[in-house]
């Protein structure tokens, strides 16, 4: 369960920079009206890149905590308070791949759904193989990309964010996120035909 802003401040229609500095002062409902506000963009932010609900929920819960613990040195300087956020989240993510107990891990849960396997084995293999192979041929064209579109096609659509929430991650305006969707999108078009000419 979300924790509660209180009415007080949902009516009061505060700017988030109020928000913040009643946050900052200690003030639980101003948190909780951060957290309200910002907790979906993180969860699936992580939850893009680890790719298990337990996880992905003890990690967004890890962020929010240190971002409690660091609040007194977030200054505001005209940036969404959830681009600090997401940056704390994939500092986060790359601490757990880089632990030790990453490479230990093997959730029941996968181990399950690859007993409960219905279907040709034949036909699951080439079907994973195709779906490798997409991946490759993707992640191969997302490198003739310039490092924002990249980063663009990653954030927009392979974690299917809105153009509102691609703006808040990327700091961009909406304006200049589809600006630079359209042209990403024409671009690796190219690069994937580009590819599949030359195979």
């Known amino acids: 369960m979300k924790?509660?802003?209180?009415?007080?401040?949902?009516?009061?229609?505060?700017?988030?920079?109020?928000?913040?500095?009643?946050?900052?002062?200690?003030?639980?409902a101003a948190w909780a009206a951060l957290y309200n506000k910002h907790h979906d963009t993180v969860s699936r932010y992580i939850a893009f890149r680890v790719?298990?609900?337990?996880?992905?929920?003890?990690?967004?819960?890890?962020?929010?905590?240190?971002?409690?613990?660091r609040i007194s040195t977030f200054t505001w300087q005209g940036r969404d308070f959830g681009a600090w956020l997401v940056t704390i989240a994939r500092n986060i993510v790359a601490d757990y791949y880089k632990s030790s107990r990453f490479r230990l891990e093997w959730p029941t849960s996968e181990m399950r759904d690859?007993?409960?396997?219905?279907?040709d084995c034949a036909d699951i293999a080439l079907d994973e193989l195709t779906k490798a192979d997409l991946r490759l041929a993707v992640k191969a064209a997302m490198?003739?990309?310039?490092?924002?579109?990249?980063?663009?096609i990653q954030v927009r659509f392979l974690e299917e964010r809105s153009i509102a929430e691609t703006a808040t991650v990327m700091n961009l305006t909406v304006g200049a996120v589809k600006t630079m969707t359209y042209r990403a999108a024409q671009s690796l078009q190219h690069s994937l035909v580009g590819m599949r000419g030359a195979a």
């Open 3 to 28: 924790p509660q802003a209180s009415p007080k401040i949902q009516q009061s229609g505060a700017s988030e920079p109020e928000i913040l500095r009643l946050a900052r002062a200690g003030d639980s």
């Open 51 to 69: 790719r298990e609900r337990h996880l992905a929920e003890d990690l967004t819960s890890e962020t929010f905590l240190r971002a409690l613990r």
């Open 114 to 119: 690859m007993d409960q396997t219905v279907g």
């Open 143 to 152: 490198t003739r990309l310039g490092g924002r579109q990249a980063e663009l």
